[in-house]
């Protein structure tokens, strides 16, 4: 893929350049030059005004317009060398368009649900707590954890809600002449707040601005009444504002609760608590770690003024399985996320970011990379789109290229199916009615995979959540029979079920087929199934029957199978003071009999319908799913210091020069050599490397200078400490060395640079020395 | 009328005032003669007391009577008396004190000119003679200018008070009334300033404030008279009064609040039917735990129990809101109120149960932060968060010995400082135990300052054996580990010392922001025990 983004012609070079050469003056008959050097002229120009608004607006605006320009069907770059049609490349674009939005609208619509428990709790709190306690500050602490984006949709939503919920609530309620009006809203972060006054005028300022009528005119926030100025941070502009508003309510939201200074919160809280008669004010806390955790920074006395309730947030875990099953896995998602992409998307969920606007954005880049960078991600046209005219030979290319037509291939001729390997090898018409026709066999696997998967969950036996199962049935399949290679051996389970977890799971199954899952867009398939809907009603049916002739001798005995464990007992007897025990499997009745071999049926009949084949045995599974880790690592999950570590450790890999070339070449040796003809930098870094946390300038200038330098002269001084490598070096490299001057002034460089990259910096504990600052 | 010289204000207002704050009748009556315009007015007046024992309730409420009602009466005779009352703890500046000052008289007098700014004391004082001097008034004519917590007045200049005090002495029908907590000899730097003393109440006089009120919740108690209840109920707040209010309550508002917070738990035996209300004694020796534990009586941000929160908000929570107290309305704050002398050696029963008291609370708390901070945390800023407390309290000296896999293969924990500490004590046993002796341990003492670089090195040397074997197979990117750290930072739960330079600047000096405890909870839930990796 890169290659053929590197010669695209449309494209700049420099866009796709791994590194960037400064040049002071740019070529004057370069237009890009001069253009980039106004932009950043006009950067540089003070903006008047408020700046930070007007910036964000600017960088709205230009993110549009961005949108605006890409977005008219303009098709991304034809791939394939240029070769292209830009029909198709301009589908693909098509394709993206339509394919992320539906996903982006299903995510959204999963993270809006996830937060509805808590924002029905918050809200019935605040309601409730309004009556009972005149002498607190209402307060509500919601643990949302340490997911600092997700709270921004969540304390939005609280804003909505209380705001609108509200006002319609509460007219029935008792004092309705006091609550007519809607709360005001206002939404604190730490960064907003450096001291209490700046909280406060923040305060203020959202509360008299924000909200229904919040196209009055700010003026009246700060001139009321007589023609009093109220100074901006005076809460007494606030109460005349609220009552000219007929309200008495404001919600003031902490979003990271834990983020602000303690004395900050402290003298806030005590503030607002004095004017709690005039001022209802009502806290809502966002906190990431505990209750307990934040109420120890709070003075007692503070905490003595708040009427708090604790609220959870759905977690992030629980969350992404919900966005799991419904964006990646549903059959919505045209593209699929491969096995081990998602498993790693997961994994760093778990251990690093536990947010899933995270996941949400590589997913989208997932997304992006398939629909930019992959040619035969056309292949997913459907509605009869794709034809064979848009088919060029190179898409034939590029199909016989990729491994599951290999494996095909390779799985026919030891079929025996010579002639279908042949052609499908040399007819290109043959291939590309293949092609055409592999949009029906997607959705048929795909089909036949969410069914099995939504019966496994339906039936709550596999002890996964959805997403592991999911993972799992892409990567090895589905089989739940007992046999050796199966992935998912649920018959154990089946068989421990009594009569009535038989009838049970019997109806789940049979309800989760005529529902369907609109979680997993999949309708009801009552009718495409119908010889297991069939079986599945006899076995509950006959199940049924067993259990009432059972219970109709009366003998108390509930209905058992020969695997379930009350069958076996073990029977201790005493006989002429030995004891003898003796296994006791001989007491099942004809009913028992009959349900065993229900039983049975029941784990045919699941193992003959949920099973599914691996994601990668498909044929052209290529084309509609991604799995290629690394473009998503290296987006968002960089390791610049490691990147660093190792270019400047085998340099050889990044230069491509003449000794470079002899350095690299395994005769040279093992990596971590030495050599003259290392950048200085480099040099320095392996010298580094050896040294202490400490480390003498003059050491490592003589060191330096003993394998740079010319023969004898310089290698005296240095080998002292043990320079024995760069002697040798010396001895290899025939005296051609640098003379003082000039490796002084690279020495200089080099050490100079090492300090802008982070190794080094300037000791003062002593004299000539410098600090060892990066120990990894 | 006001032919006669001195004359006190009526005898109806004091009583009333009397009966509505009990045990409060020497000062209202002083008061009264201090501020009544036709008794003994004087210039400035300095009430104060601790918390909570009625200062500012007295002093507006006397006003409030004082002050001639706005019936249709008073056109025959001009008022003599008006007042604004200051609450300075709402100023946020010097200045927003001036201009809050300027707009209540104004308020006050029903000034009708539009109020200019006022950012000075001087000119607060020119707005102030406008207002009061100027004009011409009826004799006998006097204002009282009540500020509220003065001494807690925030960014206020050190001429304040002085200033303030002086306000007087320019205009002469200006009372201006301090109440503070403390006042120091030389608070006003002016002579014969009258003060007046709010004494904390005395046990009697706590009894008989909370008898006049009802007792909470459980209020005719059941098998019992009101009259039984009333009685039990005194002589209940009798005995809170002795257990606790040494220790734990000794203002009014926290004395009620404890009352009604062990109330219910006291008569749980007469609602049982196990006693009678009668039987007090009984009743106290059967309650006789609940008076030992103060824990009970921490005042917690969550009134609603965290399990259950809607079930329980829906009806009215259990206990019972410490009704309004009837003193003092200002927040109360530990930070102005002097140190309380240490509680007295109390019986023995009590000092033997209050250690394990401790350590129950103290294990609920870990138990209660550290799974929930696992629980929260991804895995990699939970190790970092461990690196950070071991960067915190080992010395730097000792990291060779902690984490070096150099010699041996694996690390020594911290086995290997005591073996030498035993080495040296051969030879001179007695000083090293005196020496170990002295020495506390490092976990109890505050966490050091460590360099960011320091952690990260930790972090990267214990991963590998700190995480099972899926967990620690990827190496986290720099880009995560930066994460983490901002999410721990943004948490507080670490926090850079010292100002200055960029937040990743790995040469910065951060600290670690929690405690032993819930770093052993987060430690025992990812199966790491952070003891092994202290040094002693």
């Known amino acids: ?776 | 009328m006001t032919a006669s010289l001195f004359q006190l204000p009526d005898e109806l207002i004091i009583s009333a005032l009397a009966q509505a704050f009990p045990c409060r009748e020497a000062q209202i009556r002083a008061l009264a003669t201090l501020l009544c315009p036709t008794a003994a007015p004087c210039r400035n007046l300095v009430v104060y007391g601790t918390e909570a024992t009625g200062k500012t309730a007295v002093t507006s409420a006397l006003l409030a009577r004082l002050a001639p009602q706005d019936d249709g009466a008073d056109d025959l005779e001009p008022p003599s008396l008006r007042y604004a009352i200051v609450s300075s703890p709402e100023c946020i500046t010097a200045r927003h004190l001036y201009e809050t000052v300027v707009a209540k008289v104004a308020a006050a007098l029903e000034w009708s000119d539009a109020p200019s700014r006022c950012e000075s004391l001087s000119q607060l004082h020119v707005e102030l003679c406008k207002m009061l001097k100027y004009p011409s008034r009826p004799s006998g004519f006097r204002f009282v200018l009540v500020l509220d917590a003065i001494d807690r007045q925030r960014e206020a200049p050190h001429t304040l008070l002085p200033a303030l005090a002086r306000l007087s002495e320019i205009i002469p029908c200006l009372t201006t009334v301090f109440i503070v907590t403390v006042p120091s000899p030389n608070l006003l730097l002016t002579s014969s300033v009258p003060h007046l003393q709010f004494p904390t109440y005395t046990k009697p006089e706590f009894v008989a404030i909370l008898s006049a009120r009802s007792p909470p919740a459980p209020n005719p108690l059941p098998n019992s008279t009101p009259q039984e209840t009333t009685d039990l109920w005194a002589r209940f707040v009798g005995a809170v009064h002795d257990a606790l209010a040494r220790a734990a309550c000794r203002t009014l508002p926290a004395l009620s609040h404890s009352c009604a917070t062990l109330w219910p738990r006291f008569t749980a035996p007469v609602l049982a039917g196990t006693h009678s209300a009668k039987e007090f004694s009984k009743l106290l020796v059967a309650a006789r735990l609940l008076f030992h534990d103060d824990r009970l009586l921490d005042p917690g941000v969550l009134a609603v129990p965290p399990s259950q929160p809607i079930a329980k908000s829906a009806p009215a929570p259990a206990p019972a809101p410490a009704p309004a107290p009837s003193g003092d309305t200002k927040p109360p704050s530990a930070s102005a109120a002097p140190p309380p002398p240490p509680p007295p050696p109390s019986t023995p029963s009590r000092s033997s149960s209050t250690p394990a008291t401790a350590t129950a609370a103290s294990a609920l708390a870990t138990a209660g932060a550290g799974p929930a901070l696992a629980r929260l945390l991804p895995s990699t800023a939970r190790h970092l968060l461990l690196a950070a407390y071991l960067a915190s309290h080992n010395p730097a000296r000792h990291d060779l010995t902690l984490f070096s896999t150099h010699h041996h293969g694996r690390r020594r924990r911290r086995g290997g400082l005591s073996v030498s500490g035993g080495g040296g004590g051969r030879g001179g046993s007695r000083a090293a135990a005196a020496n170990k002796h002295k020495k506390i341990a490092r976990k109890l003492l505050g966490a050091h300052a460590f360099v960011l670089e320091r952690m990260l090195a930790i972090f990267e040397a214990v991963r590998g054996e700190w995480a099972d074997g899926k967990d620690g197979a990827e190496v986290p990117s720099d880009g995560d580990v930066g994460m983490a750290i901002a999410t721990l930072a943004s948490l507080r739960l670490l926090v850079r010392v010292g100002g200055g330079g960029d937040m990743m600047d790995s040469g910065g000096k951060w600290r670690v922001n929690v405690g032993w405890d819930v770093i052993r909870g987060l430690g025992r839930a990812v199966g790491v025990e952070v003891e092994e990796w202290l040094i002693e």
């Not at chain 1, 791939?79 to 674009?93: D, K, N, Q, T, V």
């Not at chain 1, 939005?101 to 809006?112: A, D, I, S, Y």
């Not at chain 1, 969920?349 to 899933?356: K, S």
């Not at chain 1, 784990?603 to 084949?613: G, T």
């Open chain 1, 1 to 776: 893929m890169a290659q053929s983004e590197l010669v695209d012609a449309p494209f700049e070079e420099d866009d796709h350049r791994v590194a960037f050469i400064f040049q002071a003056n740019p070529p004057s008959s370069h237009e890009k030059g001069a253009d980039g050097a106004t932009a950043r002229s006009a950067k540089r120009r003070k903006l008047a005004g408020s700046s930070s608004s007007t910036l964000k607006k600017h960088q709205q605006h230009g993110s549009e317009a961005a949108n605006a320009s890409v977005g008219v069907g303009v098709g991304f770059p034809p791939l394939f060398g240029g070769a292209e049609s830009p029909e198709a490349a301009s589908l693909r674009r098509e394709l993206f368009d339509e394919a992320w939005p539906v996903l982006e609208k299903r995510v959204q619509q999963v993270l809006r649900d996830a937060n509805r428990n808590t924002l029905d709790e918050v809200a019935g709190f605040l309601k409730s707590a309004a009556g009972i306690d005149a002498d607190k500050l209402t307060s509500a602490f919601i643990i949302t954890g340490p997911n600092i984006a997700a709270q921004d949709l969540l304390f939005e939503q609280l804003a909505d809600r209380l705001c609108a919920g509200d006002a319609d609530a509460d007219l029935p309620g008792g004092d309705g002449a006091d609550h007519a009006a809607p709360p005001r809203f206002v939404r604190l972060r730490a960064s907003d707040a450096p001291n209490l006054k700046a909280v406060l005028r923040k305060i203020i300022r959202d509360a008299s601005a924000a909200g229904p009528g919040g196209d009055e005119e700010d003026a009246g926030a700060v001139v009321v009444q007589g023609g009093r100025k109220y100074l901006d941070y005076d809460l007494e502009a606030l109460h005349v504002f609220l009552r000219q508003h007929q309200t008495r309510r404001v919600v003031v939201a902490f979003q990271d609760g834990e983020a602000f200074d303690s004395v900050l919160l402290t003298d806030l809280i005590s503030l607002l608590h004095s004017w709690r008669d005039r001022i209802r004010f009502e806290l809502l806390f966002g906190i990431a770690t505990s209750v307990e955790l934040f109420q120890a920074r709070l003075a007692k006395s503070t905490a003595r003024q708040l009427y708090g309730a604790q609220f959870d947030v759905v977690q992030a875990g629980s969350v992404l399985d919900g966005v799991v099953k419904t964006a990646v896995a549903s059959t919505h998602a045209a593209l699929r996320i491969g096995p081990s992409l998602l498993r790693t998307l997961v994994d760093r969920q778990r251990h690093h970011v536990a947010g899933v606007h995270a996941f949400v954005a590589s997913l989208k880049y997932a997304y992006m990379c398939h629909f930019y960078a992959d040619p035969l991600s056309l292949l997913l046209l459907g509605g009869g789109r794709l034809t064979r005219a848009l088919l060029q030979p190179e898409h034939l290319e590029a199909a016989r290229t990729l491994g599951s037509f290999q494996a095909e291939v390779e799985a026919a001729v030891e079929a025996r199916q010579l002639r279908h390997a042949r052609s499908l090898i040399e007819d290109d018409e043959y291939l590309a009615n293949q092609i055409l026709d592999h949009g029906a066999r997607r959705r048929e696997y795909l089909l036949r995979l969410l069914r099995s998967l939504h019966l496994i969950a339906a039936s709550g036996l596999a002890p996964l959540s959805f997403t592991e199962l999911y993972m799992l049935a892409l990567s090895d399949g589905l089989d739940v029979s007992q046999a050796e290679p199966a992935t998912l051996p649920l018959q154990d389970a089946i068989r421990r079920l009594g009569p009535d977890d038989f009838l049970a799971l019997a109806s789940r199954l049979l309800g989760a087929i005529s529902a369907g899952s609109p979680e997993l867009g999949l309708a009801g398939f009552a009718a495409d199934a119908d010889d297991l809907v069939a079986s599945l009603t006899d076995l509950r049916d006959e199940v049924d029957g067993l259990a009432a002739r059972a219970r109709a001798r009366g003998q108390g005995a509930a209905l058992k199978s020969r695997y379930s464990a009350q069958s076996r007992v073990l029977r201790t007897t005493v006989v002429a003071h030995k004891v003898q025990l003796s296994r006791d499997d001989a007491t099942l009745t004809d009913e028992d009999r009959a349900f065993t071999a229900a039983v049975d049926r029941l784990c045919d009949v699941l193992a003959r319908h949920l099973r599914c084949e691996p994601l990668a045995d498909l044929f052209l599974h290529e084309p509609w799913t991604f799995d290629a880790r690394a473009p998503c690592r290296d987006v968002f999950a960089p390791r610049p210091g490691t990147t660093f570590g190792r270019a400047l450790a085998r340099p050889h890999d990044y230069l491509a020069c003449a000794c470079c070339a002899a350095a690299a070449a395994p005769a040279a040796g093992p990596a971590g050599r030495l050599d003259p003809a290392l950048p200085t930098a480099a040099a320095l870094y392996h010298l580094y490397l050896e040294a202490g946390a400490l480390i003498n300038v003059a050491d490592l200038w003589s060191a330096y200078y003993a394998l740079v330098g010319g023969g004898g002269d310089g290698g005296g001084e240095g080998d002292g400490e043990g320079e024995e490598e760069s002697d040798a070096d010396d001895g290899a490299e025939s005296g051609a060395g640098l003379d003082e001057r000039t490796a002084l002034v690279q020495f200089y460089r080099g050490l100079a640079e090492l300090r802008m990259m982070g190794f080094v910096r300037p000791s003062r504990r002593k004299a000539d020395h410098i600090a060892k600052v990066k120990w990894l």
